[in-house]
Nanobody, 127 residues
Framework: QAQLVESGGGLVQPGGSLRLSCAVS????????IGWFRQAPGKEREGVAC????????TYVDSVKGRFTISRDNAKSTVYLQMNSLKPEDTAVYYC????????????????????WGQGTQVTVSS
């Protein structure tokens, strides 16, 4: 059964770091583009970062550029989001998602582009 399971969330102080993981089963990961999204209370889900099916092209929302890094390990069927210099406004539930539509060498941080989703992991940035 196809499944995406996020882990690595938690409580961290401002300026701290976390690394989120997304373990993917039931899919051959190198066939899919991958995105990380987040949703804060009372807000819409927003795309944070994505990485393309081919070529490793990445796209980040402006608010996380220079602080977050998305990566993929197809052999381990796992996707990562390294988050540094965390801010209170990064507090949200973080989701990973897969897509096999669109261009192979580009990715887009649009919710509607993605068809398979994990259950999410909570990230709280607070002192």
């Amino acid at each position: 059964q196809a499944q995406l399971v996020e882990s690595g969330g938690g409580l961290v102080q401002p300026g701290g770091s976390l690394r989120l993981s997304c373990a993917v089963s039931g899919f051959r990961l190198d066939y899919y583009g991958i995105g990380w999204f987040r949703q804060a209370p009372g807000k819409e889900r927003e795309g944070v970062a994505c990485i393309s099916r081919r070529g490793g092209s990445t796209t980040y929302v402006d608010s996380v550029k220079g602080r977050f890094t998305i990566s993929r390990d197809n052999a381990k069927s796992t996707v990562y989001l390294q988050m540094n210099s965390l801010k209170p406004e990064d507090t949200a539930v973080y989701y990973c998602a897969l897509t096999n539509t669109g261009e192979a060498y580009k990715c887009y941080n649009f919710v509607g582009e993605y068809d398979w989703w994990g259950q999410g992991t909570q990230v709280t940035v607070s002192s």
